[in-house]
């Protein structure tokens, strides 16, 4: 039975569910005032016109004020609202230069600048109301510790947004209760809510409310605010998801570049669903191997990937938990950005550690070289002896702060389940098996890639499974040199004291743990001989 399809139509149903229940971190950031109401007089006796002073409803708004940035060059004391911003979300910034098109950046720490380019965007997309596809950021070619931004538009903007209740240009009027509880979930919402009203009118800026006799207006008034808040956070969101492709290029090995399907998730995992379905019942009886294992794969990296990049799901869960927390997610980053960051770690030091683990493996296994394999297993083991934070710590001031450090350390403490695995499998294999072999007159490279190899697969990709999962955990500790990942904000939670920056980096950590631990599953089923193989 594919449970995984099942798995996955649950899983999918919740995220369809919640998305049409919450608002993107970043809505809250611009609008982070709750719903204030001032009252006006209104025509008719028991009436009362309540203007919206603070708090929105909508997801993408017109922005009230949009003033053009001032140019100048700036310090960390400024009171210029765009270079503060950028004062406050960078860290170690002590200048910046504005000007019609450019944001010049200077920085005092010991970072890759492209680092630096990155954990800068965020906090540059927030200040400002350009388009984020007109802004790019590089490294300055003539200064050190200099980072320069620039926007295709005439200048840079900033401002704040209209505080609005409904879309502009529309009007919901309710004659009677009867009328409201049928009308639209904000109007049902309010009517509930409070009891009072008997009428309501609904502008994009204002309410008019008409209350039953008896009822005390302030109450009345005081209640209706309490509603908007509570009704706030499930504000309307298309439960659209953002899927998210990996590419090169020449700053960094995987950027992320979202893609907006206007297809819900649900739609997704529905058909692997009903493809793995299909491909059970047509695929039972047969031999095939890797048609269904590569459909779960990807079915289920789909679904992982989906959630990583579903903003609204972090922001609703971390606000579950954390209700009273005035910062849920990390500012210079979201939590995609930090996954790709994480990848690239963990895949650039899994390709080293593979490449010498079977390597080495190999080599001292050979008649000629197995002297030296004592020597080989003391080094690699002293790798996992001395812990990783202090690999980490020793190499920073040696070749700088930054991706490369965290590369070393993660090579160093993943290399000895790849190369034991290597070993243990390549020995296993029957001394029989290889002297028939020779006796068929195969080279020694024949029956090593003929046939040791083939019959050591299974117990080599068990070393390389458990080896990146373990550099999934230990990828966290690079956070402390600067080279980004899911580290970050974990260390950034715990020096600030911010739980949900914790949970932000700790909960997807655990997730990409147990993801590649499934994929890599497969493929160790997938390449595992027929006669091993435990069908499942």
């Known amino acids: ?129 350009n388009d984020q596809a007109n802004i790019t950021g590089e490294v300055a070619g003539d200064a050190e510790n200099t980072l320069v931004f620039t926007t295709t538009d005439e200048t840079w903007r900033y401002g704040r947004y209209v505080p609005t209740l409904i879309p502009e240009g529309t009007q919901e009027v309710y004659a009677s209760r009867d009328e409201a509880q049928n009308g639209s979930a904000l109007a049902q919402f309010l009517i509930e809510d409070a009891t009072s009203i008997q009428a309501l009118t609904l502008n994009p800026d204002s309410l008019v409310v008409t209350y039953r006799d008896g009822a005390v207006e302030s109450q009345v008034i005081n209640r209706v605010q309490d509603a908007l808040n509570e009704f706030h956070p499930r504000a309307s969101l298309e439960p659209n998801l953002w899927l998210f492709s990996i590419v090169g290029s020449p700053d960094t090995i995987l950027e992320i570049v979202p893609i907006d399907t206007d297809v819900p998730l649900f739609i997704f995992t529905l058909a692997f669903a009903i493809i793995e379905l299909l491909l059970f019942i047509f695929l039972r009886h047969t031999s095939d191997k890797l048609v269904r294992p590569l459909v779960r794969v990807a079915g289920v990296f789909l679904l992982f990937w989906s959630i990583y990049g579903h903003e609204p799901l972090w922001d609703y869960v971390l606000g579950s938990i954390f209700p009273t927390s005035n910062q849920l997610v990390h500012p210079n980053a979201t939590v995609i950005e930090f996954t790709a960051q994480h990848l690239e770690l963990v895949f650039v030091s899994s390709l080293i550690t593979i490449s010498a683990g079977l390597t080495f493996g190999v080599i001292v296994t050979r008649e000629n070289f197995r002297e030296i394999l004592p020597l080989v297993n003391n080094l690699v083991n002293s790798g996992q002896t001395i812990p990783t934070i202090a690999i980490v710590a020793f190499m920073a001031p040696i070749i700088g702060f930054g991706f490369w450090p965290a590369i070393i350390a993660l090579v160093a403490y993943g290399l000895l389940p790849v190369l034991r695995n290597t070993i243990a499998g390549l020995e296993a294999v029957d001394d029989f098996i290889i002297d028939s072999a020779r006796g068929m007159g195969m080279t020694p490279s024949q029956i090593l890639f003929q046939i040791e190899l083939p019959i050591a697969s299974s117990v080599i990709m068990a070393g390389i499974r458990t080896s990146m999962v373990i550099n999934v955990g230990t990828a966290t500790l690079g956070a402390f040199v600067g080279s980004g990942g899911l ?33 890599l599953g497969r493929i160790e089923f997938v390449l595992t001989p027929r006669g091993l193989q435990i069908q499942n």
């Open 1 to 129: 039975m594919p449970w995984a399809a099942l798995i996955w139509l649950v899983v999918s149903g919740l995220l369809l569910m919640i998305s049409t229940q919450v608002v993107t971190l970043r809505d809250r950031q611009r609008f982070p005032g709750d719903f204030e109401l001032l009252a006006q007089p209104a025509e008719g006796d028991n009436t009362v016109q309540l203007e919206i002073v603070a708090g929105t409803f909508e997801y993408n708004v017109v922005p009230e004020v949009s003033t053009e940035a001032a140019a100048g060059t700036y310090s960390p004391d400024t009171d210029d609202p765009v270079a503060a911003a950028l004062f406050a979300n960078i860290p170690d910034v002590t200048e910046v230069t504005v000007t019609p098109q450019t944001i010049t950046i200077v920085y005092d720490n010991d970072f890759e600048p492209d680092l630096m380019v990155r954990r800068s965007e965020r906090p540059i997309f927030n200040a400002v109301l």
């Open 487 to 519: 580290g970050t904000p974990i260390t950034s939670g715990l020096s600030m004291t911010i739980d949900a920056f914790i949970l932000l980096g700790a909960i997807p950590a655990a997730l990409l743990a147990i993801l590649i631990d499934y994929v």
